[in-house]
């Protein structure tokens, strides 16, 4: 079947048409905006509740976590790995946490079941590697500072921290949050 | 022996300014091209080599001329070697006859500011233009791919089917001027039409022959083979048509030739429509407070009317890239339709009305 549409006068004289349309181009262009994020500069603003990196809350120097083994029994990835210990004075606690990032899907679940709320996600997003390999075997230890492997990609550089809202707490460095210049204003 | 005569050294050194000229205009180009289609789409474009991006051109000309000369074991060497430089050489040469600013009177000297103050002028300009499409057959067929060689057929039948209407219009256009020399055509535009109070608007080929325009205009856009046009080398059919097979200096030589021919062609749209050298409004008053007299002020006027030359010009080019970035591609059929039964019947027709006008008086 054919289909007949029937267009304006002015529609069916092509030259308007195209007026228009550059109309709408030079437009674009005199009132200039983007929604490009510049990214090593500019970094977007997500949520508090984002599900980034996980870290071991620890309150004076001393970690929450009690290896109860709680976490890997709910991690529907089992990803988490504990290898437990005793203290002096008695307590349980983690020798070993690794966490294999490249299984972990960051439902946040093992953050809902820990009763210590000691394993917390946070929102860092920068976890690429160059290798292919368990990533973050020696999760702990990098919290702990002996990161000797450098599994975990340092963040170097000016105004590359992201925005940790609850990274004090985890022992590790915190940089100057780096509000983003341009871009919505809203987090996603 | 005659004494050593300076002036024999100046088609030397116009042939440098010009060459020089278009090949400097054309990594600009390809600046604005990013740049603009970027902010266009709402997109930031490239910005990080140098300030605004500025180094980019530099960056990406470096990488062409370092990029290993691959050539395809299916190609016809001798051809696929020439291809390019038959592109790049017609879209160099037209640009010898437009003139950028009214001759200087030098003593008993007249120096004309184009490189070959030809006789024929006009007609070298489509000569010349024609003979473009070789350069894209040649690269087309000796490339030896099916994309290639669609690509160049298609450019083939499209620039003879516009270059008949560009002729036809060009011709009313010649009509009026009664000479086909650009620089006599430039000055004749300098006339008063008319006069608004202390307003005098120029006769410009715009505003004489405005049907005229459009059709050249259009078929410029063909003869470039740039978008709504550019059929040859249609992405999304043709992968990159006929300099599909071609790499590194070769493909450099291809975006070269387009870049220039978009200069020229905006050169010619302002040498026949736009009153070539002629002050843009506003100027002339600047020129007049120029505390110079005599040769100083000449020169001044010579500056001027350049710079009056290249802003139309680059407007011209912005079109180009506005032009590009805002229409979508044609269909050929539907480009065949425009060629033939619209752009042809209407510069025929236009040629009429302009010779009846002729004839009765009215120009």
Not at chain 1, 65 to 85: D, F, Y
Not at chain 2, 136 to 165: C, D, F, P, T, V
Not at chain 2, 276 to 294: E, F, I, S
Request: glycine content about 8%; aromatic content about 12%; some cysteine.
């Amino acid at each position: 079947m054919q289909v007949k549409i029937q267009r304006p006068f002015f529609q069916r004289f092509y030259l308007v048409e195209i007026f228009t349309g550059l109309w709408i181009t030079i437009k674009k262009v005199i009132l200039h905006r983007t929604v490009t994020i510049q990214y090593p500069e500019q970094r977007r603003n997500y949520s508090e509740r984002f599900r980034g990196l996980h870290y071991i809350k620890s309150v004076q120097g001393v970690e929450n976590c009690t290896a109860c083994m709680l976490c890997p029994t709910v991690c529907p990835a089992l990803c988490i790995h504990i290898e437990a210990g005793e203290k002096a004075n008695k307590e349980k606690y983690p020798v070993k946490f690794d966490i294999d990032l490249l299984r972990c899907i960051f439902c946040g679940m093992c953050e809902e079941a820990c009763p210590e709320d000691a394993i917390k996600l946070s929102n860092i997003y920068e976890m690429a590697i160059p290798k292919r390999q368990v990533i973050h075997k020696e999760f702990l230890d990098i919290q702990r500072g002996k990161d000797k492997a450098g599994h975990i990609p340092k963040l170097k550089g000016k105004g590359v921290q992201p925005n940790r809202v609850d990274f004090p707490e985890a022992g590790l460095k915190v940089g100057p949050v780096n509000p983003r210049a341009a871009g919505p204003k809203e987090s996603y | 022996m005659m004494p050593f005569d300076p002036f024999l050294l100046l088609p030397l050194v116009k042939c440098l300014l010009i060459l020089g000229l278009v090949l400097t205009v054309v990594p600009g180009m390809l600046f604005v091209e990013r740049r603009g289609s970027a902010w266009m789409q709402n997109r930031l474009g490239p910005n990080r080599l140098g300030p605004f991006g500025l180094i980019q051109p530099v960056a990406d000309a470096i990488k062409l001329i370092f990029k290993e000369d691959f050539v395809p074991e299916h190609v016809n060497k001798f051809f696929y070697a020439m291809a390019p430089f038959a592109c790049m050489l017609p879209s160099l040469l037209t640009f010898a006859v437009i003139p950028f600013a009214a001759p200087l009177v030098l003593g008993d000297r007249i120096i004309t500011f184009q490189v070959a103050d030809l006789d024929v002028g006009v007609l070298f300009i489509l000569a010349i233009v024609s003979l473009g499409i070789y350069g894209i057959m040649m690269g087309g067929w000796a490339a030896n791919s099916k994309y290639s060689m669609l690509g160049a057929l298609r450019s083939a039948s499209q620039m003879i089917s516009y270059e008949l209407a560009m002729g036809l219009s060009l011709v009313s256009m010649l009509l009026i001027y009664s000479t086909v020399d650009l620089g006599q055509m430039a000055e004749w535009q300098g006339r008063t039409l008319f006069s608004l109070g202390p307003l005098a608007i120029p006769s410009w080929g715009i505003l004489l022959q405005p049907v005229a325009f459009v059709i050249f205009f259009t078929s410029t856009y063909a003869e470039t083979n740039r978008l709504p046009f550019d059929l040859p080398e249609g992405e999304s059919e043709l992968v990159a048509g006929y300099h599909l097979e071609f790499g590194s200096m070769k493909f450099a030589s291809f975006m070269l030739a387009e870049y220039s021919n978009m200069f020229t062609a905006s050169g010619v749209t302002v040498a026949l429509f736009f009153g070539g050298w002629q002050l843009l409004p506003g100027m002339g008053y600047l020129l007049d407070l120029v505390p110079l007299t005599g040769l100083g002020h000449d020169i001044a006027r010579v500056a001027f009317q350049g710079t009056a030359f290249m802003i139309k010009v680059c407007f011209f080019m912005w079109t180009f890239v506005w032009i590009r970035w805002t229409l979508p591609r044609f269909r050929y059929d539907q480009l065949m339709d425009l060629g033939w039964k619209v752009l042809l019947p209407l510069s025929l027709l236009n040629l009429f009305v302009t010779a009846v006008l002729i004839y009765g008086g009215v120009y």
